[in-house]
């Protein structure tokens, strides 16, 4: 389920001319810090981003309901795209990924290999010379390679 700020954050995104990939807080010693991803097919230049983040940083400081000080970040997902929902995988099938899991799997909490196939629970890769099947609800953390 979309909380109401994933809502305003895609359509300030949106309203930029991207595609929202995704968002992640992280914290800084005196600050939070709020990662935004965005993409587009041709690709995100560093102009794309900086108009973006202006467009973003106003839309949020005028519809989100955030509390307290941060810093905004804008950027491309870039080669080693970090996967934020079950619907980026497909486009990757071939192509290596790493996932961290929550829980393990086969006795391995890391997997990395060919991404092979793409069903509704979660994902088959090819790890060494098993396939590895991962429910997406495990994947604390997975990205391209």
């Not at 994933?6 to 992640?24: D, I, K, P």
């Not at 990395?112 to 088959?124: F, H, N, R």
Request: hydrophobic letters at 40%; a neutral charge; charged letters at 20%.
């Amino acid at each position: 389920m979309r909380d109401a700020f994933s809502g305003v954050l895609e359509r300030a995104v949106m309203a930029s001319g991207f595609q929202l990939w995704g968002h992640e807080w992280a914290t800084a010693p005196s600050t939070r810090i709020l990662r935004v991803y965005i993409d587009q097919p041709e690709g995100v230049s560093i102009e794309a981003c900086v108009q973006a983040s202006r467009q973003i940083g106003a839309v949020l400081d005028a519809e989100s309901s955030l509390q307290g000080r941060y810093t905004l970040e804008v950027s491309s997902p870039g080669i080693s795209r970090r996967f934020f929902k079950s619907s980026q995988y497909a486009r990757y099938i071939g192509m290596n990924v790493l996932c961290c899991l929550r829980e393990g799997v086969n006795q391995l909490r890391r997997i990395q290999g060919v991404l092979l196939e793409v069903l509704d629970s979660g994902i088959k890769i090819q790890h060494e010379q098993q396939v590895v099947f991962v429910l997406y609800s495990n994947i604390d953390r997975a990205n391209l390679v």
